[in-house]
């Protein structure tokens, strides 16, 4: 278990790149959320996977944000086109769901991203 | 919709005190909750997780609770010590397929 591994760990780029964002989850958890931080607010959730099938995304989750999780193992995250107020940490974590209420959420390190 | 509240957003609290954090939230029909530390500019770590069906859980100096009918769930902290400052926060699952909602955390300040 070498837990859930995010890559890069801070990306700076301009307003209008685009941007992608790795994350390899625990390998045997089926699923895969993302969530994005913002300073001094608690972790917001973006999308999330079991398997490779997407089964929620936020409706605050705009066109220009897209995840896959093609294999059901690493995921990405992809921002088009980014604005400044994309800047936020984007945390990934993973589980394995258990059916008994005690699927507990590991998290990964977060890529830090800066959009100037 | 599911909100999740901490308060205070920030605590301060001399070494060796025991100290509870607070978080409450709106929909009592939860599947579970989840308390997390969080160091600056790092990731979440689990600390607890308690299920709907249970009322508390122990891990070392820590000990959360959860009363569901009144929405609200308690960490114990016994004994601080200066390596507990952290942002600790707190989330709840609706349902077994659901999102953890978190609140913004209460960060804590344990001084020497």
């Known amino acids: 278990d070498t837990g859930v591994s995010q890559d890069p760990r801070h990306k700076i780029t301009k307003r209008g790149q685009n941007v992608t964002f790795r994350c390899d989850p625990i390998s045997e958890h089926n699923r895969l959320y993302w969530y994005r931080q913002t300073l001094g607010q608690g972790p917001e959730f973006l999308t999330y996977?079991?398997?490779?099938?997407?089964?929620?995304k936020s409706r605050l989750l705009s066109d220009r944000f897209s995840a896959e999780r093609p294999k059901g193992s690493f995921s990405t995250l992809e921002i088009q086109r980014t604005e400044q107020g994309d800047s936020a940490m984007y945390l990934c974590a993973s589980s394995s769901t258990s059916g008994t209420g005690d699927e507990k959420l590991f998290f990964g390190s977060g890529t830090q991203l800066s959009v100037l | 919709k599911q909100e999740v509240t901490q308060i205070p957003a920030a605590l301060s609290v001399p070494e060796g005190e025991n100290l509870v954090l607070n978080c409450s939230f709106t929909d009592s029909a939860i599947y579970n909750l989840q308390w997390f530390r969080q160091d600056p500019g790092k990731g979440l770590t689990s600390l607890l997780l308690i299920q709907s069906s249970q009322r508390e859980q122990t891990s070392g100096r820590l000990n959360a609770s959860l009363d569901k009918s009144s929405g609200r769930s308690t960490l114990y902290i016994a004994a601080s010590q200066p390596g507990d400052s952290a942002t600790y926060l707190c989330?709840?699952?609706?349902?077994?397929?659901?999102?953890?909602?978190f609140g913004k955390g209460i960060t804590l300040s344990v001084r020497p």
């Open positions: 989330a709840v699952r609706g349902g077994a397929n659901s999102k953890l909602t």
């Open positions: 996977f079991q398997n490779e099938a997407q089964l929620e």
